[in-house]
């Protein structure tokens, strides 16, 4: 593709969540629009974490905002289980909205910093009970016990007494305690330190497992995404490239672009060869403009006429993975 | 982080601090200040006193033209000053905030409709509104001169706490309130508008400053409370046809509006820097 | 450490670095030093508050405010630059020292083109004439590999990408051909494809113009590949320091490993997990008596707390060194994280369960 197509798509009832040729633009201002997310289509089976992985401005955090319609996409649908979230009327949205939850990048923003701790995990529970004192606070309670934090301590405290990971802790407790199915975590450790960043992710894998949760983890760094998912879909100018599981899209890429990330990922070893001619020089292009074609045939070295011509269609390469370039670095099962 | 980041208020900022106090508690308790004196009471119809007299044990800041007690004068002319401020600082908080941030958070066709109008009100000359309004009721006591400037405050606070409101509204926890499900009128008053109030009372504080200041200048056009009830701005325009025989009863009330609004803006300042310190602290 | 041979182009010296603000004093350098060789690469890394960025500062003199206090030594080509006056100080910089920041989009002034706050950088150092500072303008940013040079002159901050800012940043920073460059975090914003792009742009220019560069970042990968030497930075002090492929090949600081172990390796599979470094760093503000890492360290013993190691180097290599008393691979780290682990002390047991429980 960065192409369409939804040969990747798996039967509806493996699926939780399924998204299909979801777009979503925004007015840029003098008449012109920004193509953030141009026709993707996605699903994500219950129980498996999906990473969205790309370079900023490629749409994956458009794309995880759509899925709980904040905004809702500009056309295309999002199927939970029957129902079309797309087509839901606001107040019968806001009802569903115990089912999906998202944590922010900025864990400190994230957090309203003139309430406490302790209110801000019982908001949802004032929202949509239960109401009683004693029974929102056992539950506030068992949460920040289950994200690491001493709810004696943390209660009464304001989030700006607590560093980066401790309010993302905070923030996971919040969307929790609700127990939805799914939880979108936009870019959830890219603020924090690498020793935080790991408690955070070993927590996540806890939580996921402890509460039966379908995660969505939307990040730029591979390697996290890689350590997370079950299966990772990369993302390039609002399209989507290549979708694969984990250990197949690390050995053998099959989009040029996915292999171009993987040689720019800085490895903590000194013995291994930089590629210096690496993507030199070459800018990302306008989403108000995107290429015609491919949208990464800018960019790519491969790119040929037909690029330029005909946007790529999701192709298989193996099971589970798939990709849509029509010069595809491996061998595509026709 | 959060221990000890909180600003220490100068020396400087308590002493205005003080002076406000002061200015307040003399004006609401004026009637009941022992020793001070009737502010409209002419001394030398009894022969009590002399016009435009120096500072004495008997009148400890002199008297005006009229052998009025100038202290006196002074503490009841806050009065004016400080409830056409408060009336001001009242309106324009209590409805400029709610339509500002109101507009800021859902934005769309409401804040399209809701900021022109006050872009309408904000280019219309004030003083002719003022004049107007005096003229059709035909009084000009403090309640009619509160009202006019009361209501001309509403946009610029509108202004304020939209700005402010659009910055809130953009960051995450008000997202992460609406992903919840909270309704939006809990989203404006629980997340949004306690986000706005410290910007907003920062403004506040300088906005009752310049409004001291307008009214003063009212008063010295003669446009303010009617005389002989005592405001700064008319004890200075009284005052002003005997300057050369004596300039004290214009430099007190001159001092009085200049301590008074210098403290508000040094407090309003402080303030905001606290609050400035608190947020990078965030 | 080899003070004061030929080649040193910077001999830092127990360096301090103290803000003080209503809570007490930051302490947020300690007691730093290290020698940097003319046209080599230091690389200083560590989290958030260890004090690379505050380190980088001080020798730069850029820490501004009058409640910074800097003690200690930092002789530059023959002049201590911590004593030399203000003014002595700005013909330093440019020509000698110069500093690339890690918001591109802050270090440049948003309402002036680009061409004029490179020319002007030039005009004022060089004393050269307009023509012949936009001449050199357009070589430099042909130089930081920027396409159509000359149109890119007229171009405001906002109009350019970050990459490209970057690159903007690095022309002027080079533009008086310092012999010194400080990259903080040069590439932390930007994406990791213009990472890659702007990390090689550097160490060309560092190795074509013989320069000296500090690279400082939080990223052990980018470290890794384009660095002679490391310094490894917690809470203010050097915990470790080596020739950086020694110390890749053999971390000895329970810090260096843990920070290592942390990152998520792609040559591992996924869903492994990782070795978190347990706890919270230390407050700066009244540091640990011992070893400010004790309270987070798998291997710490009643010493480390009580006692701080200095930074020693090893028997056989001198260029390493390490502040350790219990350094990893040793037998005392062995037996202080098996009494550790059977304790129950968090920062083993995350250490034990990553590795799969093996003791």
């Known amino acids: 593709m960065a192409g369409s197509g939804k040969a990747h798509l798996r039967a509806a009832d493996e699926v939780l969540v399924r998204v299909e040729d979801l777009v979503v633009e925004f007015p840029a201002g003098r008449g012109r629009t920004v193509k953030a997310v141009s026709g993707i289509s996605l699903d994500i089976a219950r129980g498996e974490t999906l990473g969205l992985v790309g370079e900023s401005g490629c749409g ?13 996409p500009t056309s295309g649908s999002v199927h939970h289980g029957l129902v079309d979230l797309t087509e839901l009327s606001g107040e019968a949205m806001r009802r569903r909205r115990t089912d999906v939850q998202m944590i922010f990048q900025d864990p400190i923003s994230s957090l309203n910093p003139r309430r406490t701790v302790g209110d801000i995990v019982a908001e949802p529970l004032r929202v949509w009970g239960p109401h009683g004192r004693d029974e929102q606070r056992a539950l506030v309670d068992r949460m920040l016990e289950a994200v690491g934090i001493d709810p004696e301590v943390a209660r009464d405290k304001h989030p700006h007494e ?31 330190d690498v020793s935080v960043q790991a408690q955070i992710l070993n927590m996540l894998e806890d939580l996921k497992a402890e509460y039966g949760l379908t995660l969505v983890f939307i990040a730029h760094d591979l390697a996290v995404v890689k350590n997370v998912s079950d299966r990772v879909a990369v993302m390039y100018l609002g399209k989507l490239c290549e979708v694969a599981g984990p250990d197949a899209l690390f050995a053998e890429a099959a989009h040029p672009y996915t292999a171009l990330l993987l040689d720019s990922i800085p490895e903590p070893d000194p013995t291994v060869e930089l590629d210096e001619g690496l993507s030199e020089g070459l800018e990302l292009p306008s989403p108000i403009e995107p290429p015609s074609g491919c949208r990464f045939r800018t960019r790519c070295p491969h790119a040929t006429e037909r690029c330029a011509a005909e946007e790529p269609q999701m192709r298989r390469v193996a099971d589970g993975h798939h990709v849509a370039c029509h010069h595809p670095l491996v061998a595509v099962a026709e | 982080m959060a221990a000890g ?19 307040v508690l003399g004006a609401v308790l004026a009637d009941f200040v022992p020793g001070l004196q009737d502010p409209n009471h002419q001394g030398f119809l009894f022969g009590t006193s002399k016009t435009n007299d120096a500072p004495s044990w008997a009148h400890l800041l002199g008297t005006d033209n009229n052998s009025r007690d100038i202290l006196a004068r002074i503490v009841y002319g806050g009065r004016v000053s400080l409830v056409v401020a408060a009336t001001a600082v009242a309106t324009g908080t209590v409805f400029g905030m709610l339509f500002g941030c109101f507009v800021g958070y859902v934005r769309g066709k409401a804040d399209a409709v809701v900021m022109s109008t006050v872009d309408v009100i904000l280019a219309f000359p004030g003083l002719v509104l003022l004049l107007t309004v005096v003229t059709l009721l035909g009084r000009r006591d403090l309640v009619v001169i509160a009202a006019v400037v009361g209501f001309l405050s509403i946009p610029p606070y509108t202004r304020v706490a939209r700005a402010q409101a659009l910055a809130v509204s953009r960051r995450e926890f008000v997202l992460a309130a609406e992903a919840i499900g909270t309704k939006k009128r809990t989203i404006l008053f629980r997340e949004v508008i306690p986000n706005c109030l410290p910007g907003c009372m920062g403004y506040a504080l300088v906005n009752a400053a310049v409004i001291i200041l307008l009214e003063g200048a009212l008063a010295f056009l003669g446009l303010s409370v009617q005389p002989p009830t005592a405001s700064w701005g008319n004890m200075v325009n009284a005052a002003r046809v005997d300057i050369q025989i004596n300039f004290w009863p214009v430099v007190w009330p001159s001092l009085a509006l200049v301590f008074t609004v210098f403290s508000l803006n040094n407090v309003g300042d402080f303030i905001r820097r606290s609050r400035a310190v608190r947020s990078a602290a965030l | 450490m080899s003070g004061g041979t030929v080649g040193t182009l910077l001999e830092v010296r127990d360096l301090h670095t103290t803000f003080s603000i209503p809570a007490g004093d930051v302490r947020a350098v300690r007691g730093v030093s290290f020698d940097l060789e003319r046209g080599r690469t230091l690389g200083i890394v560590g989290e958030s508050g260890s004090g690379k960025t505050v380190l980088a500062r001080s020798i730069m003199r850029l820490n501004i405010g009058t409640n910074v206090t800097t003690t200690g030594t930092a002789t530059f080509d023959g002049r201590d630059v911590l004593s030399l006056p203000h003014a002595a100080m700005q013909d330093l910089w440019g020509p000698e020292m110069a500093m690339v920041f890690q918001d591109p989009m802050t270090a440049l002034n948003p309402l002036v083109r680009v061409g004029r706050q490179l020319t002007e950088h030039l005009r004022h150092h060089l004393g050269v004439s307009k023509a012949e500072a936009d001449r050199t303008a357009v070589e430099l940013l042909r130089e930081v590999r920027i396409p159509e040079p000359e149109a890119r002159l007229r171009a405001y901050p906002h109009e350019l990408s970050g990459g490209m800012r970057q690159r903007v940043c690095i022309a002027i920073a080079l533009a008086c051909a310092p012999s010194l460059l400080f990259a903080d975090e040069p590439t932390t914003a930007l994406d990791v494809t213009v990472q890659h792009q702007i990390l090689n742009l550097l160490g060309r220019e560092q190795a074509d113009r013989d320069m000296a560069m500090v690279l400082v970042t939080h990223d052990l990968g980018v470290v890794a590949g384009r660095t002679d030497e490391t310094l490894v930075m917690y809470a203010g002090t050097v915990v470790e320091q080596a020739p950086t492929r020694a110390l890749f090949a053999d971390m000895r600081h329970p810090y260096s490993e843990a920070l290592l172990r942390s990152i998520p390796r792609t040559n591992r599979p996924s869903h492994t997990r990782l070795a978190a470094i347990t706890g919270r760093p230390p407050d700066l503000i009244a540091p640990p008596a011992g070893c400010a890492f004790s309270p987070r360290c798998p291997y710490a013993q009643d010493r480390c707390h009580e006692e701080a190691p200095p930074l020693a180097p090893s028997g056989g290599d001198a260029s390493h060194a390490f502040a350790c008393w219990t350094p990893v691979g040793s037998p005392e780290a062995a037996e202080s994280f098996a009494r550790n682990v059977a304790d129950g002390l968090p920062s083993a047991v995350a250490v034990d369960l990553a590795s799969g429980g093996a003791s």
């Open chain 1, 60 to 72: 994956k955090s458009t794309t995880g905002k759509a899925i709980i319609q904040l905004p809702p």
């Open chain 2, 5 to 23: 980041t909180r600003l220490r208020m100068p020396i400087f900022t308590r002493l205005c601090v003080v002076w406000l106090a002061v200015i």
């Open chain 1, 162 to 192: 607590f560093s980066g990971g401790q309010c993302q802790r905070i923030s996971i407790a919040r969307s929790l305690v609700v127990d939805p199915e799914l939880l979108i975590c936009d870019e959830p450790v890219s603020a924090l």
